[in-house]
């Protein structure tokens, strides 16, 4: 079993649109975990950490659901600007070793 | 942002020669990375280096050398490289050990001929 997985999508939404998706991790130590926004050809850019009470930036929220083993990232009213593969992050409790998924890639639509 | 800066951008290089790939960091933090990234794939760690230390070595061949001479520079030595070493190869700073969160400097596109 992958130690993060993602749906690579993508997900195709109209302009005002929300989308959601998930990830599932397979270490249940994981004591971090991050959303990330890669835009083609480019580095990947921290968009978010997660906490374990959820958390909210703007039109985007994370949730985790530790029992489930799974984050999940809302983008609410979303923006032509939002178009992007989201990575999702997770880390031990005791080292270097941040895990990555492969990437959601949601294009959003004029 | 100017962060993490990397040098250079994109490289082209035969299976014999050698090069270096050039990362530095003005955050001040005190862990720098070396990640792989192949088209589809997740991120791969390859190096860390911890207040200079190195920390982390996954298993990586050792055409790839990695060097740290003070925890601002970190470098990627290439050497017979092989065509499936093709990607993008992102150096990565964090403040800390503890899984903070990894600031990405643009990355080098490298391509083995």
């Known amino acids: 079993r992958k130690e993060v997985e993602q749906d690579p999508g993508p997900f195709n939404v109209p302009e005002g649109a929300t989308v959601a998706f998930n990830c599932t991790y397979s270490?249940?130590?994981?004591?971090?975990f991050f959303w990330y926004r890669q835009d083609c050809r480019k580095e990947p850019k921290l968009l978010m950490s997660?906490?374990?009470s959820g958390n909210e930036d703007g039109r985007f929220t994370a949730q985790l659901n530790r029992a489930s083993q799974y984050i999940s990232l809302l983008i609410r009213d979303s923006k032509l600007s939002d178009s992007a593969t989201y990575l999702c992050v997770v880390g031990g409790s005791n080292d270097y070793k941040l895990s990555f998924g492969a990437g959601t890639t949601v294009t959003v639509r004029a | 942002e100017t962060g993490v800066t990397q040098t250079p951008r994109h490289l082209v290089m035969g299976m014999t020669n050698k090069k270096s790939l050039k990362c530095e960091q003005h955050?001040?933090?005190?862990?720098m990375y070396w990640y792989k990234q192949s088209a589809k794939k997740p991120l791969e760690l390859m190096f860390v280096y911890s207040l200079e230390e190195r920390v982390e070595n996954n298993s990586v061949p050792s055409r790839f050398s990695p060097e740290c001479p003070n925890s601002s520079h970190l470098f990627l030595h290439l050497h017979t490289l092989q065509p499936e070493d093709s990607a993008l190869y992102l150096c990565?700073?964090?403040?800390?050990?503890?899984?903070?969160?990894?600031?990405f400097g643009n990355g080098t596109r490298l391509t083995v001929t």
């Open positions: 990565a700073s964090s403040r800390d050990r503890l899984n903070s969160p990894l600031h």
């Open positions: 270490n249940s130590a994981s004591q971090s």
């Open positions: 997660v906490y374990s």
């Open positions: 955050l001040g933090h005190n862990a």
